[in-house]
């Protein structure tokens, strides 16, 4: 067997082979010259033809040695796509190789080579079908290299471009932990990442496809929610094949949970509302933040750890709702979320009210012994809002005399 648009060598074996007379060999029509490696071989060189099947025999003289002749498969394997199209410069990538024309009984074996490459640097093929074959890539220098196929080690004239690369490496990500309570958005930081199809990144058995790659050294995921805590690697591969062997570990807490939020309101006179966060599972290293959304405006501040059941966000009131002596209440959101989620935890109404001013009281005496009623008359009193009535003891300054 051999390649059609090439000379390839054969050596055939038989016996009572000698130097001292002229052979030739014969591929259908076609002769070219023997040499006599030994007694019982010689090495014929088949001369290129169209891909066909052909009998092939040792001549001496005219007559032909030996009373029968061989079988001689001229094929042309023809390369359509290698998968993956690139791998690390350190090589064991696993490629597979699609095309036409693949038999079965082929020497096959890919080689890799550059102009300046003599000779090209190849591996064993495997075959699998008439359609694709596979092997593993050797070490080599970065940079595109021509993949050819070749048949007992003569190349095929169809080539196909793969791509050595350096191997990727992760030193960092940002975060380091999350409760799990939603997606998680983390950053990698490297080098050697590669904007292509084929790049992913992986958390613990998760494997999904970057939300970007910034640069050569920078890509962001999203992971989905698990739902075991425990501490994962972070790894990457540039052709959804080799992922990283740094051992860069995230820390996957149980999820936060947020059971209210109390005060549910802030009031407009105020530039500062101190909103508790109540719930189950926080902890330090959680980054909880407080967003307040009024209309298209976004405000975000950092939650305060104050123990497993209690954060505190202090809440700006936007400035376009500050205001001393507001009359107009307006509607806002407060969300609670991980910094690195985009889901919110916990989601409810926040309006801003105007501060209820009391103008009179009736009564204005009361009996030492309880029991009354009192009414308040104002402005901008709200069902909203938590009042309550707070009593004072209060004892003017006043002479001996006055007590008689």
Known sequence: ????????????????????????????????????KSWSQVECVAPPQSPSIVNMSVVFGDSPVGSSSVVFDYIEPVLQQVIPPLGWETGSTRLLVVGEQFARN?????????????PPVSTAAFWVSEQSVVCVTPPHSPGLTALQLAVSDTLSSSRLLFNFTIEPRVFSVVPQYSSGAGNIIV?????????????????????????????????????????HS????????????????????FALYPPVVVDYATPVYGLLDEEHTRVDIVGQNFHKSMDLICQLHVDSTIHTVAAVYASP????????APTQLYAINASVSISAQLLVKEAAHKEA????PFPYLTRPIPLTVFPNVLLSTGGQTIYFDGVNFSPAVDMMCQFESYFPSCGSEDLL
């Open 230 to 249: 425990g501490v994962f690697p972070v790894r990457v591969t540039v052709n959804n094949q080799d992922f990283t062997v740094d051992t860069v570990l």
């Open 309 to 316: 059941s209690l954060s505190t966000c202090f809440v700006s």
């Open 187 to 227: 950053m990698v930081n490297g080098a050697g990442f590669i904007d292509s199809d084929l790049a992913r990144c992986s958390l613990g058995t998760f494997i999904v496809r970057p939300v970007r790659v910034e640069s050569d050294s920078r890509i962001v995921c999203e992971f989905p929610r698990q739902f």
């Open 106 to 118: 082929a020497d096959f074996s890919c080689a890799f080579s550059r102009e300046d490459d003599v």
């Open 1 to 36: 067997m051999g390649l059609a648009t090439s000379h390839t060598t054969v050596l055939v074996d038989g016996t009572g082979f000698s130097d001292k007379y002229p052979m030739t060999c014969n591929f259908g029509e076609v002769s070219s010259s023997a040499t006599v």
């Open 345 to 348: 935890i916990f989601a409810a």
